[in-house]
């Protein structure tokens, strides 16, 4: 099993910028490939970055230039620096886990990001 804890959310001004953390415990796999995902109201739970176990690093290109994903393998965490932030980026953010041979999902609780105009 695998639980993840988010940190970080909160409100800020257009143009500002956040940085959320996930912390990651319990049977946590070097093979595995943490993200972040996010989700509107009213709307899906949309990919946003990711991370794999070699340190690659994928963006859905909303955010490409403005997110920076990062991940600290030693201590099971992901980070998300968000920079240049939109009013289109509010959504609660959900951490992610997968690892093989399954791939099964696990999701932290969310945090909301909040980006006014």
């Known amino acids: 099993q695998v639980q993840l804890v988010e940190s970080g959310g909160g409100w800020v001004q257009a143009g500002g910028s956040l940085r959320l953390s996930c912390a990651g415990s319990g049977t946590i796999s070097r093979t595995s490939t943490m993200g972040w995902y996010r989700q509107a109201p009213g709307k899906r739970r949309d990919w946003v970055a990711r991370v794999t176990r070699n340190g690659t690093a994928d963006y859905t290109e909303s955010v490409k230039g403005r997110f920076t994903i990062s991940r600290d393998f030693a201590n099971h965490m992901v980070y998300l620096q968000m920079n240049s932030l939109k009013p289109e980026d509010t959504a609660v953010y959900y951490c992610?886990?997968?690892?093989?041979?399954?791939?099964?999902?696990?999701w932290g609780q969310g945090t909301q990001i909040t980006v006014s105009s």
């Open positions: 992610n886990y997968r690892a093989p041979p399954y791939w099964r999902d696990y």
